[in-house]
């Protein structure tokens, strides 16, 4: 009888210890991890890498140690090689169906690193959404907006959709609704517009402005403007270039 309570303290005693040097390797497990990846962030063949390429490198390596810390936990409660492979085939398979979105996240953050549509520091628009990207991670990518807005979007929605890369040009174009009077004359509206785009500094590549009566109505003109402006100066650069176009055509009584 004693024997067995023995042999039973003994047991108990024994996964109580196993238990706590899981806990034990899990904590500090994570705290080295965290403490590594910031480590390698600094380091200068890291700073080297293309930031698309760093923020996905740094996401997997991340998810692996830690997957590694938790296999090694197993082994420590006694679990042996062919008990783990079996369980993470099982685990790998329920995972899968359970989360097929995730997986096709997985796979579009692939297909981006590779094809590189975009990179960290581009403005992009993604669906109804527009931004500037700061991280591309396995499973989803971030815009920062311009009112600061962090924006996390699947990478599966990104590379299954169209997609609007700004950056990849240096120059883009915005097309300008205004509305003048009626009996307004169109070429003294030009004179005005073009006064405009010539003493704008925003506005590049003058010459490739283009200027034309778009509508006429009963009630009002409808003209449009396309002029070219620098990428870094899309976020304010249409408000500006509005605001001088209105001043100046009621300046001139156009409207």
Known sequence: ?????????????????????????IFFGIKIIN????????QNFMKKLDKTVLTFLVSFLNIFLKISVFILVAF???ANATSIITIIGSASLAIGLALQGG?????????????????????????????KVSAITLFHSVLTTDELKKIYIPNSVITSNLLINYSITRIKRIDLIFYTKKDSDINKTKEVMKEVIINNEII??????????KESTMFYQNVLLQ??????????SEYIIIEEVEKKLIEHNLK
């Open 1 to 25: 009888m004693f024997k067995i309570i023995e042999i039973v303290t003994d047991n108990f005693i024994n996964i109580i210890w196993r238990i706590l040097a899981g806990l034990l390797i």
């Open 76 to 78: 420590v409660l006694g």
């Open 103 to 131: 997986l096709s996240n997985l796979a579009g953050g692939l297909i981006l690193l590779l094809f590189k549509p975009f990179i960290v520091g581009n403005i992009i628009s993604v669906k109804e959404y527009t931004g």
């Open 227 to 236: 002029v070219w402006i620098k990428n870094e100066d899309y976020k304010n």
């Open 35 to 42: 403490i590594f990846i910031i480590f390698i962030r600094k």
């Open 204 to 213: 590049v590549d003058k010459e490739k402005y283009f200027i034309s009566l």
